[in-house]
DNA sequence: CGTTTTTGACCGGCGC
DNA sequence: GCGCCGGTCAAAAACG
């Protein structure tokens, strides 16, 4: 945690102010200030660490839910098959808040190799874009009878002669969902990234219309053609910057602070000046 | 300048 | 054979 850690002290002896006398108030006043800041310093560390924390346990959670639901699903389609022996593509619905960042992958009864993945999207966003963790290269794009939104056709690009094809359609009923249809399987690693991130979000990222919640979206956020790598290779760096942004914003958002440190300034100076006027 | 996206043209399967 | 439709190609444009 150690790179999340941030020295957020406002260093303000290194002010390039006449020093002539001590003040002590001043100094006082700085030194409480140093203290301050030190255990602001110190909650915003044990926040960072409760936060990925609860952010490891929520994955888990999701995962586990995953995993059952799967099951269920399974056990449910065997005991329907048996029933009517209906086929075809079993689309995932109903897809809840927390899970909608999760992929659900749902197997294509009647094509082993392709299966449907639903994606919950931002209801403005136009984007056919859904990131997996592969490199995608759009080859077409059409519009079907079926669904007045075009339908984005996309290859993998990572390996050459990788067969795996996407195709990606907003969802009929729900807008909001975008429909990635995947067949084949890649010849090649899988990057890093297991999570999905909308890329639409991404896009509306870079216009600025996203409201930021978790410094995982603001590392997406820093670097929106970084489609890869999201998860395990977590830029640090850029939640320090994200962290002092925001604390800096905050602390400028504090009248307190503020007028505390136009004090703290217009004190020194004024102090100053009168220093020079007594000597 | 290499890569990716866009988009109209083309192709093949299917139903009539 | 013809038309419709989904899928793919490929040239041009856009992008980094």
């Keep these: 945690m150690e790179s999340t850690c941030i020295d957020t002290s406002l260093n303000l002896s290194n002010l390039n ?8 108030v001043l100094v006082e006043e700085l030194q409480r200030l140093s203290c301050e800041n030190r255990r602001l310093s110190e909650t915003l560390t044990n926040m960072c660490e409760s936060y ?8 888990q959670l999701i ?52 299966y449907k993945v639903l994606v919950k999207t931002e209801a403005s966003s136009n984007s056919l874009y859904v990131m997996d963790g592969y490199q995608w290269r759009k080859y077409g794009q059409k519009v079907t009878r079926d669904n007045p939104s075009p339908r984005a056709y996309f290859r993998c690009s990572k390996a050459p002669n990788c067969p795996v094809k996407k195709k990606v359609q907003k969802s009929l009923e729900d807008p909001t969902i975008l429909v990635a249809t995947y067949e084949g399987e890649h010849n090649h690693d899988h990057e890093k990234a297991e999570i999905s991130m909308i890329s639409s979000q991404c896009e509306e990222a870079r216009l600025g219309s996203v409201h930021v919640s978790s410094p995982k979206q603001i590392m997406e956020m820093t ?15 850029s939640i320090q910057q994200f962290l002092v942004q925001q604390m800096a914003t905050s602390l400028t958002n504090d009248p307190n602070f503020t007028t505390a440190l136009a004090n703290a300034i217009s004190g020194r100076i004024i102090g100053n000046a009168s220093n020079k006027a007594r000597f």
């Excluded at 670097?223 to 760096?237: E, I």
Aim: proline letters at 6%.
């Design 52 to 59: 990925e924390a609860m952010q490891k346990q929520l994955s």
């Design 17 to 24: 102010l006449p020093y002539t006398y001590k003040d002590e």
């Design 223 to 237: 670097s929106p053609t970084m489609r890869l790598n999201l998860v395990d290779n977590v830029p640090k760096s």
């Design 63 to 114: 995962m586990k839910q995953n995993l059952e639901n799967q099951t269920q699903r399974k056990r449910k389609f065997e005991s329907e098959s048996c029933m009517n022996m209906f086929g075809g593509v079993r689309e995932c619905s109903n897809v809840s808040d927390e899970e909608s960042l999760m992929k659900r992958p749902c197997r294509d009864v009647s094509s082993p190799k392709a």
